[in-house]
């Protein structure tokens, strides 16, 4: 028998461009199984007009499960992502970022590979779509070599240990002792899934990735954090 439910986790500061095209995207996607959504906004502390702009679109789409959380200060997506996580009722859960730079519709083929072959974690990646574009050669290779890293620690075959599509069953996500507070969320929860003994599948997903100037807000000293991360969990539970 098929989930009900997928619970959508949007961690989301300052993305008063995106976030409402997003939530229409998301509306529109028709889910394989007849899989319902729960879509969980949790705006950490923005300082522009994405809390009202999400309040406004909830109050215009009552029939929708859409909630809205709200961090009194900017806490990092790792703490977004946590307080999302608390107030899942889902059977699956997914991580999507409050920018454009994936495709909700990529949610299928991620719930097909986590469903049909029994899974309880499936990863995206962006290097698996050829067609995929990477505007900052700084940041591929940067992604690469922490999931080199990751392959190497962890003795896992992945190829894009930072992509933000992730899809967990629930109880299993809510198992994991998650610790995280920025963009450290990707490799603990890859270090702390493969140290269960799980080899992580992939399933390729599309990538419009867009520039600092239009709001992306990693940067390079988060890549040292994801290195140490992985190295720390490898001796630390």
């Given at each position: 028998m098929s989930p009900d439910t997928l619970s959508i986790i949007i961690p989301s500061y300052n993305e008063e461009k995106t976030i409402?095209?997003?939530?229409?995207?998301?509306?529109?996607?028709?889910?394989i199984y007849g899989i319902n959504k729960e879509?969980?906004?949790?705006?950490?502390?923005?300082?522009?007009?994405?809390?009202?702009?999400?309040?406004?679109?909830?109050?215009?789409?009552?029939?929708?499960?859409?909630k809205l959380l709200v961090h009194d200060k900017n806490m990092g997506k790792g703490a977004a992502v946590r307080t999302g996580i608390k107030h899942v009722t889902g059977e699956l859960v997914i991580i999507q970022d409050g920018d454009l730079e994936c495709d909700p519709e990529d949610y299928n083929p991620l719930l097909k590979e986590l469903i049909e072959k029994d899974m309880l974690v499936v990863f995206g990646s962006r290097f698996r779509t050829k067609e995929n574009k990477h505007l900052n050669k700084l940041f591929y290779f940067g992604g690469k070599v922490v999931t080199f890293t990751a392959n190497i620690l962890y003795n896992?075959?992945?190829?894009?240990?930072?992509?933000?599509?992730?899809?967990?069953?629930?109880?299993?996500?809510?198992?994991?002792?998650?610790?995280?507070?920025?963009?450290?969320?990707?490799?603990?929860?890859?270090a702390k899934v493969a140290k269960r003994g799980i080899k992580i599948p992939e399933v390729p997903?599309?990538?419009?990735?867009?520039?600092?100037d239009e709001?992306?807000?990693?940067?390079?000293?988060?890549?040292?954090?994801?290195?140490?991360?992985?190295?720390k969990y490898k001796f630390v539970n």
């Open positions: 409402l095209i997003l939530l229409d995207r998301i509306l529109d996607v028709n889910l879509i969980i906004i949790v705006d950490d502390g923005s300082n522009d007009n994405t809390k009202t702009m999400v309040n406004d679109y909830i109050k215009k789409n009552t029939d929708k499960n859409i896992q075959n992945l190829t894009d240990e930072a992509a933000c599509y992730k899809i967990f069953r629930t109880d299993f996500l809510k198992s994991i002792p998650l610790k995280c507070n920025r963009f450290e969320f990707c490799p603990e929860v890859t997903i599309r990538f419009y990735p867009r520039t600092n709001g992306k807000k990693i940067r390079m000293k988060d890549g040292f954090e994801a290195m140490w991360t992985l190295i």
